[in-house]
């Protein structure tokens, strides 16, 4: 079975570019997560998709950020336009339940974004 | 609000060494606690996890008690191999305030680094 997928590995961009981050979770998750991991420091919970719909998007930084989730299947996470402090390694996970005591995240191996 | 708070690394070891890496934490209501693993290469990965007070997570040599006296989940293992080398993080998840479950609350890592 694969796992969660992200493209691209690795991107590097010039302030003010836009940048679209793809994740495609394990087949039949409908929990899709974004995480975000900035400079070495925490990684920070960025929003929830069940399905094609967001359940929980309080971790978005700003507007310059949009994510959506086509026919709730693989995700994508926009970044427009991209700021330096945009910089870091961008997580996606995806759960098939999330119980108070079963919750168990599947991670992808993260998309680093570099703006210069 | 949640907070998850590690001890600062790196950490070097030898092999066969005993390793504790501290996490202490702060959540309203009663969260569940995790230890995710990130290998080189990888994705983050559950490493093992405790739902309530006394209980212990245990997986691949590694444990970690959850204490709500002192608020800790500290991840300990008798006798590290190279191949434990990773970056660990300590993570928690509270459904208090209506928060969504899958929202986890992340330490900053630990980078462990085990020489022969």
């Known amino acids: 079975e694969a796992g969660v997928t992200q493209f691209p590995s690795h991107s590097v961009i010039e302030k003010g570019q836009t940048v679209t981050l793809r994740c495609d979770p394990i087949s039949g998750h409908d929990n899709l997560y974004w995480y975000r991991r900035v400079m070495g420091k925490e990684i920070k919970f960025l929003l929830h998709f069940v399905k094609e719909s967001k359940q929980d998007e309080s971790g978005m930084p700003n507007n310059r950020f949009l994510a959506e989730r086509t026919g709730g299947t693989y995700s994508t996470l926009k970044v427009q336009p991209a700021e330096l402090e945009d910089s870091g390694v961008y997580f996606c996970?995806?759960?098939?339940?999330?119980?108070?005591?079963?919750?168990?995240?599947?991670f992808g191996e993260g998309s680093r974004l570099t703006v210069l | 609000g949640n907070s998850v708070t590690q001890m600062e690394g790196p950490v070097t070891l030898s092999e066969e060494a005993f390793l504790t890496i501290n996490c202490t934490y702060t959540?309203?209501?009663?969260?569940?606690l995790f230890w995710y693993v990130q290998y080189p290469g990888e994705g983050l990965q559950l490493l093992l996890k405790?739902?309530?007070?006394?209980d212990k997570g245990s997986n691949k040599g590694f444990e970690a008690t959850y204490r709500k006296e002192t608020t800790s989940f500290h991840l300990e293992k008798g006798s590290v191999q190279v191949s434990d080398s990773a970056v660990y993080f300590c993570?928690?998840?509270?459904?208090?305030?209506?928060?969504?479950?899958?929202?986890?609350?992340f330490g900053q890592g630990t980078i462990l680094t085990v020489h022969p």
């Open positions: 959540a309203t209501g009663y969260p569940s």
């Open positions: 993570a928690l998840s509270s459904r208090a305030g209506g928060t969504s479950y899958g929202k986890l609350t």
């Open positions: 405790a739902t309530k007070a006394d």
């Open positions: 996970a995806s759960s098939q339940e999330w119980g108070w005591n079963t919750g168990e995240l599947f």
